[in-house]
């Protein structure tokens, strides 16, 4: 093995390394481009959100509670909704209720085991759900079975529902009362413009209630 052999092979090899680096940083860049260009055209979604806003506002003012489920990032997604609600997103004010089915994983394996993974949330729904409340389902794909049963279920109990989608809606679109769609068929995109809804929403129900203690 020659020196000019191993001098070539330093610099192909350093040379990759480099060209790597580049690469990988092109990539972030165009994921972050995507990300940023969905989050800074959501406008056409300020309608529905401000109307969700409103319809949380006169539920929980009339002593009602709000319930959120999804799976996956989305059941994390309900949980720190829920937590945003109970304790303050940015003011002081009353705690507002509201209660995630994505927690208690006595009831979840309980609920899979002794029926079916399809039934988690509406079980549930079933007796914890009341007239007037407000029930938040998730779901990127618009399509997940278990969310669309629950939503179903809140329905019979008399409450209204709320579906934060993706994928065109799917077919949890037909069944909510109101749905707010995000217009990409990415999951991570999807999930990423979820977060930031859910801030607007805890963010304007927040200020309704601004001198309530």
């Known amino acids: 093995m020659n020196e000019s052999f191993l001098l070539n092979s330093y610099i192909f090899l350093h040379f990759s390394l480099f060209m790597n ?16 260009d969905l989050i800074s055209n959501i406008d056409y979604l300020m309608p529905q959100i401000i109307e969700c806003v409103n319809i949380i506002t006169k539920s929980l003012k009339k002593g009602k509670k709000i319930i959120l489920f999804g799976n996956g990032g989305s059941a994390a997604d309900a949980q720190h909704i829920a937590a945003e609600f109970i304790g303050r997103f940015n003011i002081e004010r009353k705690s507002l209720p509201a ?9 979840l394996t309980a609920l899979s085991n002794d029926y079916s993974f399809e039934k988690v949330f509406s079980r549930q729904c079933e007796s914890i759900v009341s ?29 209204i529902t709320i579906a934060l989608l993706g994928n065109n809606g799917g077919k949890i679109k ?28 805890c963010d304007l129900t927040e200020k309704k209630f601004r001198y309530t203690k």
Not at 133 to 146: A, K
């Open 21 to 36: 680096k580049d690469s990988d940083a092109e990539y972030l860049k165009k994921i972050l481009s995507e990300s940023v």
């Open 99 to 107: 209660i995630s089915l994505t927690t208690d994983s006595s009831i």
């Open 131 to 159: 007239k007037d409340d407000i029930v938040i389902g998730i779901s990127t794909s618009g399509n997940s079975i278990n969310v669309k049963n629950g939503l179903q279920t809140s329905k019979k109990n008399g409450a």
């Open 174 to 201: 037909k069944i909510a009362d109101h749905s707010i769609i995000i217009k990409s068929k990415s999951t991570p995109r999807i999930q990423e413009v979820h977060r930031v809804v859910t801030h607007l929403i």
